[in-house]
């Protein structure tokens, strides 16, 4: 099963795909949950299922600004390729506090380390088509 929600402003979209997929061990693990018929007993199968890294959070947009937030886990990597001429960018922590001045010259790709897990805002500006994707650890 795959959950999309696609966001038209200036061409960007925001895409998250659940960590496990249908017929898989974590899928199968909610189905037995599901069919408990005492409360106790379903809580209890649900909090012993074990939590895969979270889903893969990915944005794209083409010849745009644009602003996401999103949560990472310690020593997690955001990965930005971009296509064209211009790329700058601005990552902050949840409070708005800049972490770092991001920028390509041309094509080529980003590599930024999350050492610290918690909540990050990323603002970019870019002339052709962009992407950005956190690798969870």
């Given amino acids: 099963m795959t959950y999309a929600v696609v966001v038209m402003l200036g061409c960007s979209a925001w895409t998250r795909v659940p960590a496990h997929e249908p017929g898989s061990e974590p899928e199968r693990a909610l189905t037995r949950c599901r ?22 959070q990915r944005w794209q947009g083409r010849n745009n600004t644009d602003t996401f937030a999103f949560v990472a886990t310690a ?5 930005m390729t971009h296509d064209d001429a211009i790329f700058v960018a601005a990552l902050k922590d949840a409070d708005g506090k800049l972490l770092e001045n991001l920028h390509l010259a041309g094509p080529g790709s980003l590599k930024v380390p999350l050492r610290a897990a918690g909540e990050y805002q ?16």
């Avoid at 069919?35 to 893969?56: H, K, M």
């Avoid at 020593?75 to 990965?79: I, K, M, P, S, W």
């Avoid at 990323?122 to 002339?127: D, K, R």
């Fill in 75 to 79: 020593n997690a990597t955001l990965v």
């Fill in 35 to 56: 069919a408990q018929t005492q409360a106790e007993a379903r809580l209890s199968c649900y909090d012993a299922i074990p939590l895969a890294s979270s889903a893969a």
């Fill in 122 to 137: 990323m603002s970019l500006s870019a002339t052709g088509r962009w992407t950005a994707q956190l690798i969870e650890p």
